[in-house]
């Protein structure tokens, strides 16, 4: 079993949906982040947090400790929101979950 | 202020050749790790170094080295090559370990 686990692995939305991608971790961590790649490679860090939620634009992130489980939600989904999201957890090292690869067709 | 630079950003190998990958951090930022992402494992650690020390190393074989210099800026080496080497070569750069990353574009290499 994957120490990080990402759901679901693709997504498909129309655009103006709220979208939810899940993450459940099984180690001790000390801070989790939410990471989005496009097609080329380049990845842009979203959201790193050790407890309860943070919001930026669109995107809210959140984070249960004793459940180990974060969800990253975007608002208002737009075809430029189309991307791979990554969950990666640190305890001694940063692990990282298989992604989610999110379509939003207009 | 420059984002995080890695050259070169794409390269052609041989097996059994040596390579050498560079990421030059944010201006300030004294950590640099390193990841390697192919379609199979998806993204994995490396190692990472903080002042010219290795703080932390991940499942790799010792063809698989790094280092940091006094300015920061990090090399990784990678000898020996295999075909499974080939892959996405990301690395990230923070102020001080566990704080806010910030990644790269990459070093795609392919390995023939």
């Known amino acids: 079993k994957n120490e990080v686990e990402q759901s679901p692995q693709n997504l498909t939305a129309q655009e103006g949906e709220f979208i939810t991608i899940n993450c459940s971790y099984s180690?001790?961590?000390?801070?989790l982040h939410w990471l989005q790649q496009h097609p080329g490679g380049g990845i842009v860090s979203l959201f790193m947090l050790s407890s309860g939620k943070k919001k930026h634009g669109r995107l809210i992130a959140t984070i249960n400790i004793q459940e180990k489980h974060s969800s990253l939600h975007i608002t208002a989904s737009h075809p430029r929101d189309s991307a791979v999201y990554i969950c990666a957890v640190r305890s001694e090292k940063l692990v990282f979950g298989k992604g989610t690869k999110l379509t939003v067709n207009p | 202020k420059a984002g995080v630079t890695q050259t070169p950003r794409y390269l052609i190998k041989t097996r059994g050749q040596q390579v050498t990958l560079s990421c030059s951090p944010i201006?300030?930022?004294?950590?640099v790790s390193w990841y390697q992402q192919t379609p199979g494992q998806g993204l994995q650690f490396l190692f990472e170094y903080f002042s010219e020390t290795q703080r932390n190393k991940g499942n790799f074989p010792g063809r698989f080295s790094g280092r940091q210099f006094s300015n920061s800026r990090s090399e990784m080496n990678v000898s020996t090559l295999e075909l499974g080497d080939s892959a996405l070569y990301l690395c990230?750069?923070?102020?001080?370990?566990?704080?806010?990353?910030?990644f790269g574009q990459g070093t795609r290499l392919t390995v023939v």
């Open positions: 180690v001790g961590i000390s801070a």
């Open positions: 201006s300030g930022h004294r950590s």
């Open positions: 990230a750069s923070s102020q001080y370990p566990n704080t806010e990353a910030f």
